[in-house]
């Protein structure tokens, strides 16, 4: 009988700790959404790559980003070099540039 509660908490902590990995991407699948967007669109993104953690993107137009809204999503750092965006994101660089390349 008390192998049986300890079954069913494990169950229990399984469900939740589930629930709230599912809540956490639904989170950065919106967040990855605004970044596109404060990039001025999918329209405006020529090409992506990443370097450890820094994001870069070439632009069409790099007047068109949103770079104080980029900066409160989390970015660390925002360089501009003509028209390149290098954007210090930690580890999450490589999942946004694998949206972006979804996208396209």
């Known amino acids: ?3 049986l ?10 469900i939740i700790a589930l629930a709230i990995l599912k809540a956490n991407k639904k989170d950065a699948h919106i967040e990855l959404n605004k970044l596109v967007e404060y990039l001025g669109g999918k329209a405006n ?7 450890l953690s820094r994001f870069i993107v070439t632009l069409n137009n790099v007047d068109l980003a949103n770079k104080d809204a980029i ?27 694998k949206y972006i ?4």
């Open 1 to 3: 009988m008390e192998y």
């Open 5 to 14: 509660q300890y079954i069913i908490i494990i169950v229990i902590l399984t």
């Open 45 to 51: 993104i020529v090409s992506t790559e990443t370097n």
């Open 101 to 104: 390349d979804e996208l396209k």
């Open 71 to 97: 900066q409160k999503l989390g970015a660390k750092g925002i360089v501009e070099i003509d028209n390149q965006l290098k954007i210090i994101l930690g580890p999450n660089s490589k999942q946004l540039k």
